[in-house]
């Protein structure tokens, strides 16, 4: 008649056994409810508008890649490059104007770092310097090209003339759109626009991307047109 019993004891025991091999439950909601402990923000959608930009950005570099390749072809396809009697380009000016754009995109780094925290001030100042150091880079850009037109270096001169301005010239027309686009960004943020806030700056964001493309692309033109 004890047999039952100890075929029951044995069972509970085997149980026992059993479960103390199986993992804890976490009596917790960090599964299940679309909460994460770590690494939540990481997996935030991109901003339609950053996508859009960064779509943007894509096309305009393929742009200028087929500007450069045909550069390329007829720079190698030439007997003379540049042809004689055609004016020296200022390399060393133009250095010097590189090294202005190049400054430019430091301040702009350093302004979009502030948007986390969102200094008004302070990014309202690192704008205004972004884009005043771009409109020296074109006034710089604009006497250089004065000086060679006065020497009859001009779009119509020759292939190589040709080529020069229509790199350098889409460049600066890159340029120009975006020292236009931080002006009216710095001018809407001087005015406490509600365009811009800690929790929407979109709009500053989209400029800074922009003024990355304008500023990596120069150093490419320089290094192929000025340097023959």
Same mark, same amino acid.
């Given at each position: ?66 500007? +450069? &390749? ?6 190698? @396809? *030439?007997?003379? =490059? ?5 004016? #020296? %380009? ?77 790199? +350098? &010239? ?6 120009? @759109? *975006?020292?236009? =686009? ?5 001018? #809407? %943020? ?39």
């Amino acid at each position: 008649m004890a047999k039952p019993a100890e075929e029951k004891a044995d069972n509970l025991t085997i149980e026992k056994d059993v479960g103390q091999g199986l993992p804890p439950i976490l009596d917790d909601d960090s599964f299940g409810n679309g909460n994460r402990s770590n690494g939540g923000d990481s997996d935030r959608p991109i901003n339609s508008a950053v996508l859009a930009m960064l779509l943007f950005i894509g096309a305009e570099v393929m742009f200028f890649a087929g500007i +450069i &390749g045909a550069f390329i072809v007829l720079r190698f @396809g *030439a007997n003379d =490059w540049p042809p004689p009697g055609q004016p #020296r %380009l200022p390399v060393v000016v133009t250095g010097i104007n590189t090294a202005i754009l190049l400054l430019s995109g430091l301040t702009m780094f350093k302004t979009k770092r502030l948007l986390k925290d969102w200094h008004r001030e302070k990014i309202l100042h690192g704008l205004t310097i972004t884009a005043l150091l771009g409109a020296l880079f074109l006034a710089v850009q604009g006497f250089e090209w004065t000086r060679l037109l006065g020497f009859g270096f001009t779009l119509s001169s020759n292939i190589y003339g040709t080529v020069f301005y229509t790199l +350098i &010239g889409c460049h600066a027309l890159h340029v120009l @759109g *975006a020292v236009i =686009w931080l002006t009216i960004v710095a001018s #809407r %943020l001087r005015m406490n626009s509600p365009a811009y806030s800690a929790n929407n700056h979109v709009g500053i964001k989209l400029s800074g991307m922009y003024w990355y493309l304008v500023v990596a692309l120069w150093p490419v033109l320089y290094g192929l047109v000025y340097f023959n």
